[in-house]
C-alpha cells in the first residue's frame, strides 16, 4: 500500500517571485527546482584517426552505436565527466583537445557537451554499458545504426573540424529533432 506524502514538496503552483509551476512545499514553502540534465561526451579518434564508438548494452536504443558519453556527475566537471564515460564505457584513456559542440535538446531537457579527443593509449574493451566497443574508419561507420541524432552531428562536427584548431563550438543542426519548446 503507497501512502500519501504529507511532508516535502508535493503542490504545484508557482511560487512567490517565479513565473513557472514548480513542487512546493507547502508548511517551509521549499521549492524543488527541477533542472535540465548535462551530458558529456567525446569524439574520440587512434593516432591513424578511426573513431570509437561503443554499442549500447542499455536502453534506450540498446545495440545501436555511439559515442562514449553519458550524464555529468555532481561535484563533476564536464571535462572529468567525459574522461570518466570513455572508461567506463569503452575502457579508454583519452586526452581532450577541446569543445567540439554543445546540443541543446529541449524536449527531453538535455543540454550536450562533445569534446574533441584522442587516446592516450590504443587499447579498448567493453565497459558494463556496452556490448563492444570499435574503432571504426571514416567510411566504415555504421550511420544507419547510430543511436541518436547529436551522434550524427557530433561526427559532422568533427569531420568538419577534423585537422584543424577548434573555434567556437558547434551547436544544434538545423532540420535536427524538433524542439517543441523553442
Not at 46 to 73: K, N, Q
Not at 94 to 109: E, K, P, Q
Not at 160 to 171: D, E, I, T, V, Y
Request: with cysteine.
Amino acid at each position: 500500500m503507497k501512502l500519501p506524502i504529507t511532508r516535502g514538496p508535493r503542490e504545484r503552483r508557482v511560487p512567490e517571485g517565479d513565473d513557472k509551476p514548480r513542487l512546493v512545499c507547502p508548511e517551509c514553502a521549499y521549492v524543488a527546482y527541477e533542472n535540465p540534465k548535462i551530458v558529456v561526451g567525446s569524439v574520440v579518434t587512434s593516432e591513424d584517426g578511426r573513431v570509437l564508438l561503443c554499442r549500447r548494452a542499455i536502453e534506450p536504443r540498446r545495440g545501436f552505436w555511439t559515442l562514449p558519453a553519458g550524464y555529468l556527475e555532481l561535484g563533476e566537471s564536464p571535462e572529468h565527466g567525459a574522461m570518466r564515460e570513455a572508461r567506463e564505457e569503452a575502457c579508454a584513456e583519452i586526452a581532450l583537445d577541446g569543445l567540439l559542440a554543445v546540443y541543446s535538446i529541449t524536449h527531453i531537457s538535455q543540454v550536450q557537451l562533445f569534446y574533441r579527443a584522442r587516446m592516450v593509449r590504443e587499447e579498448c574493451a567493453p565497459g558494463m554499458e556496452s556490448l563492444e566497443v570499435r574503432l571504426f574508419a571514416w567510411d566504415e561507420i555504421p550511420w544507419s545504426e547510430l543511436a541518436f541524432p547529436t551522434v550524427h552531428w557530433a561526427l559532422g562536427h568533427f569531420e568538419a573540424s577534423r585537422g584543424r584548431a577548434l573555434g567556437q563550438p558547434f551547436g544544434n543542426v538545423e532540420g535536427g529533432p524538433p524542439d517543441p519548446v523553442g
